[in-house]
T-cell receptor, first 118, second 112 residues
Framework: GAVVSQHPSWVICKSGTSVKIECRSL??????MFWYRQFPKQSLMLMAT?????????EQGVEKDKFLINHASLTLSTLTVTSAHPEDSSFYIC??????????????FGEGSRLTVL | QKEVEQNSGPLSVPEGAIASLNCTYS??????FFWYRQYSGKSPELIMF????GDKEDGRFTAQLNKASQYVSLLIRDSQPSDSATYLC????????????FGTGTQLKVEL
C-alpha cells in the first residue's frame, strides 16, 4: 500500500514554543491531506483539511492561528503548533488519499507524532 | 447524537471465537464505510471498506452494511490474540467534503 510518513514521531517541547510536524506522501501525490488529533482513549478528531496550493479548512473549534497548516506541494503538508501549551499534548496523525484513486479511495495514515508539552 | 457511534467495550472473546463489532451512523448521505484497527500508541490501519448494502468478506473479516438501518458491522472469525486492538468505524460523507468521521472505537480483547 501507499506510504505516508510523518516526522518527528515524537517531540517534547517547553510551553510557549512552536513545533512543526511534517507529513509526506512517499509514493503518491495528494492534493488533500487531513490532520487528526487523538487524546488518550479517545477517537481521532479531524482538525483540518490541508489543501495543496490553498488555505486549509479548519473544523469547528480548531484555532487556525494556533495550528498553522501549509500544503506547499503535492507530497508535503506541515502542521505547526504555535505557542504550545500542556493541553496541546496529544497524538497528531496525518492522512492522505492518493490523487489517482479519486475522492473515495483508501485513506492512508502516517505513523503519528506524539507531542508532549512540558 | 454522535455522528458515528460505537460501544467502547472492552469486548472480550475467547481465542477462536467470532468477534462482532457494531457501528451506527447518523447521516443518511454517508457514502462509504471503513473499519480501521489501531494498536495502542500506533496509527490506524485499514482493515476493510464497504460501499454497498450486504456483506463483504476478506479472509477472516466480514463487513456488513445496512444503509436502511444506518448500521455497519465487522465480524472477525477465528479470533486471535493478535486481533486484540481498538477497532475504529469511520464514515465518509460525500457532502462533508470526503472527510472521514470516526467513531470512538471498540476495544477488543481476545483471550487465550
Amino acid at each position: 500500500g501507499a506510504v505516508v510518513s510523518q516526522h518527528p514521531s515524537w517531540v517534547i517541547c517547553k510551553s510557549g514554543t512552536s513545533v512543526k510536524i511534517e507529513c509526506r506522501s512517499l509514493d503518491f501525490q495528494a492534493t488533500t491531506m487531513f490532520w487528526y488529533r487523538q487524546f488518550p482513549k479517545q477517537s481521532l478528531m479531524l482538525m483540518a483539511t490541508s489543501n495543496e496550493g490553498s488555505k486549509a479548512t479548519y473544523e469547528q473549534g480548531v484555532e487556525k492561528d494556533k495550528f498553522l497548516i501549509n500544503h506547499a506541494s503535492l507530497t508535503l503538508s506541515t502542521l505547526t503548533v504555535t505557542s504550545a501549551h500542556p493541553e496541546d499534548s496529544s497524538f497528531y496523525i496525518c492522512s492522505a488519499r492518493d490523487l489517482a484513486s479519486g475522492s473515495t479511495g483508501e485513506l492512508f495514515f502516517g505513523e503519528g507524532s506524539r507531542l508532549t508539552v512540558l | 447524537q454522535k455522528e458515528v457511534e460505537q460501544n467502547s467495550g472492552p469486548l472480550s472473546v475467547p481465542e477462536g471465537a467470532i468477534a462482532s463489532l457494531n457501528c451506527t451512523y447518523s447521516d443518511r448521505g454517508s457514502q462509504s464505510f471503513f473499519w480501521y484497527r489501531q494498536y495502542s500508541g500506533k496509527s490506524p490501519e485499514l482493515i476493510m471498506f464497504i460501499y454497498s448494502n450486504g456483506d463483504k468478506e476478506d479472509g477472516r473479516f466480514t463487513a456488513q452494511l445496512n444503509k436502511a438501518s444506518q448500521y455497519v458491522s465487522l465480524l472477525i472469525r477465528d479470533s486471535q490474540p493478535s486481533d486484540s486492538a481498538t477497532y475504529l468505524c469511520a464514515v465518509n460523507n460525500r457532502g462533508g467534503g470526503n472527510k472521514l468521521t470516526f467513531g470512538t472505537g471498540t476495544q477488543l480483547k481476545v483471550e487465550l
